[in-house]
């Protein structure tokens, strides 16, 4: 699914790296392997894109505080179709929390404070078939929505959505997902989670189009959110 996660889907070339080093070179399957998420990074890289970026993650215990002024679950349908949008998402941590941004310790699932994460464990709480259960998880993820100017951190991120979402049919099943359904799942991430400059917030380095999958149509970006 390496192809389909580093897509940027208007112009179906793949994301860039968007740093000092590579510039706007295009960050190839090969690539993927150099990607470390910022806990692994060394001390002087973090600082340096602090300042260059004004990348700082945010821990859990503080994503899940904010989470949880905006996550209404009392109808959980309504909850599963709600649209979030994480701006400057870094690794998405306020969407989907495998692991502590800042530390790297994996959490569990069961404690696990994203909004797609408390989506997901709404869907299996409330689906009855595996059927309902892949229908409403799908739902849950077009729902979710970010942005990121780093192509490391934006494949992260992807890719962490994406295997949030196997954990929880993991977890419901204990199985792996079919083809077919991780495929879909990987375009839909690749068309909800995008290459935007989150401190000038041009339009999308990929062009000003996204995805509004209630009507699965093409909407320029900014009358979607």
């Known amino acids: 699914m390496l192809e389909i996660l580093l897509k940027g889907q208007t112009t179906g070339r793949n994301i860039i790296w968007a740093n000092a080093e590579h510039g706007k070179e295009e960050i190839t399957i090969d690539d993927v392997k150099l990607i470390k998420p910022r806990w692994q990074k060394l001390r002087e890289q973090q600082r340096q894109r602090t ?121 419901k099943f204990n199985r792996k997902p079919l083809e077919n359904v991780l495929r879909e799942v990987a375009e839909v991430i690749s068309w909800n989670l995008f290459q935007m400059d989150g401190l000038k917030k041009p339009n999308p380095l990929f062009g000003n189009k996204i995805m509004d999958w209630r009507t699965n149509k093409i909407v320029i970006f900014d009358t979607l959110l």
């Open 51 to 171: 300042k260059d970026r004004a990348e700082i993650f945010t821990p859990p215990e503080v994503c899940k505080l904010q989470n949880d002024l905006i996550a209404d679950e009392s109808d959980w349908q309504k909850f599963v179709d709600a649209r979030f949008l994480e701006i400057t998402c870094g690794e998405a941590p306020y969407l989907v929390s495998r692991y502590n941004a800042v530390t790297g310790d994996e959490i569990p699932i069961n404690e696990r404070v994203g909004l797609l994460d408390r989506k997901l464990r709404v869907v299996s709480l409330e689906t009855k078939t595996h059927q309902d259960w892949i229908d409403y998880a799908v739902r849950a993820v077009k729902s979710v929505y970010g942005y990121e100017i780093q192509g490391d951190n934006l494949f992260l991120a992807r890719q962490n959505v994406f295997e949030t979402f196997k954990d929880y049919y993991a977890e």
